[in-house]
């Protein structure tokens, strides 16, 4: 049952195959077997799992429910959980147990999914590795010397070592994605605003996005469907109607433009990543694409435009976190000055604090105009070139990160070739795009994925291409081997 995909679990719940309860038992035993090593979850909350399945058996019984009753689905450690901790990865929210749920877990529990567990994260989702939590790296379970990517990285290795069926992560400059490509499995970061951030610790306000981690686009497309939509609570929710994802997979695929940015496939990136990409554009125009070059010339400008904008909104997003009103507070403060610093010193790790100091810095008086304002102007001329190339293409397609999964410390001491790791997602999120992780084979046994990014709201066409890949290809159905 752990190969199964969502639809498949559900038919198996309607069918009586194994009750809600029995799944998530299922799933908590194979948590207990394999996390030891992966690290994948912070914290499994057994009895509120339990709960929650007997509760979704109920449903089944009557014959109620939706398509994702009874099925275990578990979430970034930063979507707020009423009564279990949400820590962010970090110290400072280590005792934290929010008193409300994020709007995305209210979607889920509608639903009447199991909330399984909360997965870890890079520190406040900032990181391509998980190597920045405060819980310890995450491992990759198709090579557990090598990273799962970040800052979902929890998610994405609990989707593919088969220890939850599906996940949420966020995806600020990346962390749905990425982490999608090196673990082997399916990601897809909506447009901003198609899903509510209400509920969901903030990192970089601007760029922030919640999204899913599934074996498969159609059950991305479900998950899509169920935390898609208004809400009043976040002033940038977009109220616009969501599309039937699922319906939307079996659409005809033949003539779809696809355009290749030709600053994708240059310098830095991996030879036998190009290889793999290009191999799966062969078989999409097989399909009946229609393939062509563009050209998205300020590409190279989108990283140090994201390590202005998401620093500044971060250092601002964080100064709530003083010792006073939430999170760690340090022992026997001397006075103010010293709880607050003493506090943030303590609850703090060492990337978030580059950040905060970054971000303050690109803030403050005198400088403000020639970083934040800066790194916005550049922010529009990225968006415009989004805007020209989707003149003459229908998706854009390229690599998703530059390299398979590296090695457990390989950039650990070298932020800058760190912040490289999205040099090819981070574009999406200045320009608010959907953008979806599809993986596409292996270079020595660590998975690689191809990229696709479409216009606003057009995460149907995403979900679409990828279905179509996936039902001639078989890369999303491989697991790794854990024993
Ligand atoms: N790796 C990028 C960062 O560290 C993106 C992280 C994310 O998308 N949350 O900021």
Redesign the pocket.
Known sequence: MFQKSLLELAEGLRRKAYSSVELTTAFLDRIRQHDGVLNAFITVPEQRALADARAADQRLARGEGGVLTGIPVAHKDLFCTQGIKTSCGSRMLDSFVAPYNAAVIERFDAAGAVLLGKTNM?EF????SNENSFYGPVRNPWDTDAVPG???GGSAAAVAARLCPAATG???????R?PASLCGITGLKPTYGRISRWGMVA??SS??QAGVLTRNAEDAALMLGVIAGFDPRDSTSVDRPVPDYVAGLSAPFPGLRIGLPKEYFGPGLDPEVARLVTQAVDELQRLGADVREISLPNTALAIPA?YVV?PAEASSNLARYDGVRFGHRCEDPQNLHDLYSRSRAEGFGAEVKRRIMIGTYALSAGYYDAYYLKAQKVRRLIRDDFARAFESVDVILGPTAPTPAFDIGAKADDPVT??L??IYT?SA?LAGLPGISVPCGFVAGRPVGFQVIGPHFEESRLLNLAHHYQQHTDWHLRAPNLD
């Open positions: 890079d989702a900032m990181g391509s970040g800052s979902s966020t995806d600020t400059g990346g962390s749905v990425q990192y970089a760029l922030d994201y998401a760190m912040y790791s999205d981070i999120n």
